[in-house]
């Protein structure tokens, strides 16, 4: 099945110590967004790639980055995890822009900074 | 800057009664709304999604209903099971132009046996 996959499900950092979560698309959709859900939060978007263009939203945290190497890979790279950063991490992808034919979220990271 | 928001923000209800979850957004220019299912610890499925020209879509016993001009989405859920315990969001696409998809906190759902 088409479908978004994310690795791993459950990530544990250290302090400050880089982490990378990743995420893969059998899709083939031009569009993919990281999100972020903390405890009770609504989830929040941090930056979505068109093809190769990246954009980020204005209140992201420098911390977080984001690389997407080919149409169906998309990276978050933490430079240095916080533990307000704790959180859960969303991948999703939508074929066309403005999400017109909807979005497909993966599973999700959970991210534990100690 | 769109807002959405989501009551109740928790329900609980006897299994087999038949239920209403509400949305409400600020910004009427949406290109589509889609209402998600979140199990404990885990990431968002699909249920429905509603293009902006539609007025509700359906998929078994789930109903959405969409009022772009009233700024409103209620989720209908027909004969309620256990297994639909969960947290349901609200999230509307596409606001001006833009790809952001803003979300509603929630309403967390439990059905009683």
């Known amino acids: 099945d088409a479908m978004v996959i994310q690795n791993p499900r459950y990530q544990v950092t250290q302090f400050g110590k880089p982490v990378t979560l990743s995420c893969s698309q059998t899709?083939?959709?031009?569009?993919m967004y990281w999100y972020q859900q903390k405890s009770s939060q609504a989830p929040k978007l941090l930056f979505h790639?068109?093809?190769?263009?990246?954009?980020n939203e204005a209140d992201t945290p420098d911390n977080f980055q984001s690389r997407r190497p080919n149409t169906s890979f998309c990276f978050l790279d933490i430079r240095s995890p916080g533990l307000g950063d704790a959180a859960m991490y969303l991948c999703a992808t939508s074929s066309r822009v403005g999400g017109v034919g909807g979005y497909t979220f993966g599973s999700g990271t959970r991210l534990t900074v100690v | 800057k769109q807002e959405v928001t989501q009551i109740p923000a928790a329900l609980s209800v006897p299994e087999g009664e038949n239920l209403v979850l509400n949305c409400s957004f600020t910004d009427s220019a949406i290109y589509n709304l889609q209402w998600f299912r979140q199990d404990p610890g885990k990431g968002l499925t699909s249920l429905l999604l509603i293009q902006s020209s539609q007025r509700e879509q359906t998929s078994g016993r789930l109903n959405a209903s969409l009022d772009k001009s009233s700024g409103r989405s209620t989720l209908y859920i027909a004969a309620s099971q256990p297994g639909d315990s969960a947290t349901y969001l609200c999230?509307?696409?596409?606001?001006?132009?833009?790809?952001?998809?803003?979300f509603g906190k929630g309403t967390k759902l439990t059905v009683n046996p």
């Open positions: 999230a509307v696409g596409g606001e001006g132009g833009s790809e952001k998809l803003v």
């Open positions: 899709l083939n959709h031009n569009v």
């Open positions: 790639y068109y093809d190769k263009d990246f954009n």
